[in-house]
T-cell receptor, first 112, second 112 residues
Framework: AQTVTQSQPEMSVQEAETVTLSCTYD???????LFWYKQPPSRQMILVIR??????QNATENRFSVNFQKAAKSFSLKISDSQLGDAAMYFC?????????FGAGTRLTVKP | DGGITQSPKYLFRKEGQNVTLSCEQN?????MYWYRQDPGQGLRLIYY???????QKGDIAEGYSVSREKKESFPLTVTSAQKNPTAFYLC???????????FGDGTRLSIL
């Protein structure tokens, strides 16, 4: 099983600025994947980005990118050019062969 | 369109009553999951199933039960032993561990 720590319960960013959300994890599995999900007020879970742990190259998806440090078991999410629609809860989720755990989440507020 | 259907959207439980939350998927996914989300909190894993007729306890299985008689269906029963069942419940599925989970829209359970 994995354990996940998101140390920032709340973050705030000005519209068009950049913000980084932190995530550290622990896992006993050698082969795993990592995901960031977004949950807006509608409570729908939306996939933001995926990272394969065996890849050194950091994943990028439009304005979203990750900084994956495997040795440090760190998986942070960077949001560039923040938009009002980015306001949501963000969850980090490492995934092993069988189960998938989520962090406690970071609530992101975007100020106009 | 393929997806996950959770029903009902809202559910009320009387003291001492068992209630069952429905989760159906037509994505042909092998793995299915149940999570509980309390207000302002992350997702906690209740049960998961990798194949039909097999399931494993997650972190907070006490007071809950599941079945997996069909690939498409993974109902969750909240028993009277669960003393604090008021929460938002999310069902998810995925094909294999390197793929992201797909989520239903959730069921909000409240105590009468």
């Amino acid at each position: 099983a994995q354990t996940v720590t998101q140390s920032q319960p709340e973050m705030s960013v000005q519209e068009a600025e950049t913000v980084t959300l932190s995530c550290t994890y622990d896992t006993s599995e050698s082969d795993y994947y990592l995901f960031w999900y977004k949950q807006p007020p509608s409570r729908q879970m939306i996939l933001v980005i995926r990272q394969e742990a065996y890849k050194q190259q950091n994943a990028t998806e439009n304005r979203f990118s990750v900084n994956f440090q495997k040795a440090a078991k760190s998986f942070s999410l960077k949001i560039s050019d923040s938009q009002l629609g980015d306001a949501a809860m963000y969850f980090c989720a490492p995934s092993g062969n069988y189960d998938m755990r989520f962090g406690a989440g970071t609530r992101l507020t975007v100020k106009p | 369109d393929g997806g996950i259907t959770q029903s009902p959207k809202y559910l009320f439980r009387k003291e001492g009553q068992n209630v069952t939350l429905s989760c159906e998927q037509n994505l042909n996914h092998d793995a299915m999951y149940w999570y509980r989300q309390d207000p302002g909190q992350g997702l906690r894993l209740i049960y998961y199933s990798q194949i039909v007729n097999d399931f494993q306890k997650g972190d907070i299985a006490e007071g809950y039960s599941v079945s997996r008689e069909k690939k498409e269906s993974f109902p969750l029963t909240v028993t009277s032993a669960q003393k604090n069942p008021t929460a938002f419940y999310l069902c998810a599925s995925r094909a294999v561990f390197n793929q992201p989970q797909h989520f239903g829209d959730g069921t909000r359970l409240s105590i009468l």
